[in-house]
Nanobody, 116 residues
């Protein structure tokens, strides 16, 4: 059973920054990709960004210029750097790794709260 470790959420004032981490043992050796999602209260889940298996990254238009996805191959970890946070960014953020021939793995979710 793969244990996904997600961390980095918390409370911050508008304009602040947070960095979320998602560690999936085997992520690098299995050549996985990862998506970040968020879900605010009473709203549908929203795709936020991803790192693809080839290492390329992209983010949703709603966070472009503020959020960045990166990965540390040596640590099997993917990061979601969130800058210039807004109250509308308040949500539970989750990571989901997809690994061809190995499976899909989800983090437990971490709460991000941005106050005005």
């Amino acid at each position: 059973q793969v244990q996904v470790a997600e961390s980095g959420g918390g409370s911050v004032q508008a304009g602040g920054s947070l960095r979320l981490s998602c560690t999936v043992p085997g992520f690098t050796s299995k050549n996985c990709g990862m998506n970040w999602y968020r879900q605010a209260a009473d709203k549908e889940r929203e795709w936020v960004g991803q790192v693809r298996r080839d290492g390329s990254t992209r983010v949703a238009d709603s966070v472009k210029g503020r959020f960045t996805v990166s990965k540390d191959r040596a640590k099997d970890t993917v990061y979601l750097q969130m800058d210039s946070l807004k109250p509308d960014d308040t949500a539970t953020y989750s990571c989901g790794a997809y690994c061809v021939g190995w499976g899909n793995y989800w983090g437990q979710g971490t709460q991000v709260t941005v106050s005005s």
